[in-house]
């Protein structure tokens, strides 16, 4: 073992996931050793080719890619993302920015299967594994579900995804990638399994503003203009939709952070569900049925060292961009 964390991502891969992946590799701490590509933020095959793209990009064609879920678990027709998301990250999931004309190009016809990438990690690795989920937790539940022992023996998942306190961010009740499946998520949560949520809690404390996407231009690399252009219009969204904001949250940065350090963010301890049905579908909550259980296998995130993310945060993502 070389000493380092070996990290997994799971991406949707939009925006704030390509954030995510410069964070990772700019973090000396981990050694990315691939990425399970999953629907959300955009379809399946477009997130393939996203993180094909950026790691083009970002000097990283080595980290191989994975295939995950195409759909929801009960879904009966074809994913597509809707006209909001499309909006808010690009009709190409990336702000419109051109990473690599090539990945249009590239063939995909010898998929790779990620859940069983995930599995054979968790044999090889250990407690040495890192694994981030930022989309949907289909590929998760899918995983738990052909293989029941992964509950045991997978080191403590960080995710990015649901909201305890605060309000949702598609329904008043349910965040992005829950609401994308509350089944996946509610099987990921009811199996024993120790997660770490990182939801709009603190997501939405962590605001990545114009002067940072400045200050990546004035880099003069490739990946760094695309980085700006990228998350410029990423932040525009958030000036129309949530002007009291001041930037855009860094939801998929945050939780890859804090899989690295968990010390950044203070956690209540409790067991969570999710609601399947009627108008809070999509919430997360504390599961009544196990509020007195002496075993608490999740952590929530509350409260977030902000300063100190940010600091990591321009000092990872700079990294990631000029090497």
């Known amino acids: 073992m070389s000493g380092r964390k070996k990290l997994i991502l799971d991406l949707d891969t939009g925006i704030d996931d390509a954030l995510a992946l410069a964070y990772a590799l700019g973090s000396p701490e981990v050694e990315l050793v691939g990425i399970i590509a999953s629907y959300g933020n955009v379809t399946l095959h477009r997130a393939e080719r996203n993180a094909r793209a950026v790691l083009e990009a ?32 690009g009709s190409n999931g990336l702000g419109e920015q051109d990473f690599c004309a090539a990945a249009d190009g590239w063939c ?27 989309g949907p937790l289909t590929n998760l539940a899918m995983a738990l579900v052909r293989e029941p022992r992964l509950a045991r023996v997978l080191p403590c ?73 990228m998350t410029d219009h990423y932040i525009g969204t958030y000036e129309q939709n949530n002007p009291h904001m001041g930037g855009c949250a860094l939801h998929d940065p945050l939780a890859v952070a804090a899989a690295i350090d968990p010390s950044l963010v203070e956690c209540l301890r409790t067991n969570l569900r999710v609601d399947l049905s009627g108008a809070t579908r999509g919430r997360t909550v504390c599961d009544p049925r196990r509020l ?32």
Not at 68 to 86: K, T, W
Not at 207 to 219: P, Q, V
């Open 58 to 89: 970002l000097g990283h064609p080595e980290v191989p890619v994975f295939r995950g879920a195409d759909r929801a678990l009960s879904a009966e027709g074809e994913f597509a993302p809707s006209e909001a998301v499309l909006r808010i990250h």
């Open 108 to 134: 995909y016809s010898a998929p790779r299967d990620g859940m069983a990438f995930l599995a054979r990690s968790v044999d090889a690795y250990g407690d040495d594994l890192l694994y981030v989920p930022t």
């Open 157 to 229: 998942v960080t995710f990015m995804g649901g909201a305890l306190a605060v309000p949702g961010n598609v329904t008043p009740c349910a965040e992005a990638n829950i609401h994308n499946d509350p089944e996946a998520a509610d099987v990921a949560l009811s199996l024993g399994l120790r997660l770490r949520m990182i939801g709009l809690d603190v997501t939405h404390q962590a605001i990545l503003t114009r002067s940072d996407t400045a200050s990546w231009r004035e880099l003069g690399t490739e990946a760094g203009r695309l980085y700006a252009d």
């Open 292 to 323: 007195r259980d002496a075993e608490k296998n999740h952590e929530v995130a509350l409260a977030v060292d902000v300063p100190r993310f940010l600091r990591l945060f321009r000092e990872r993502v700079g990294r990631a961009l000029t090497s």
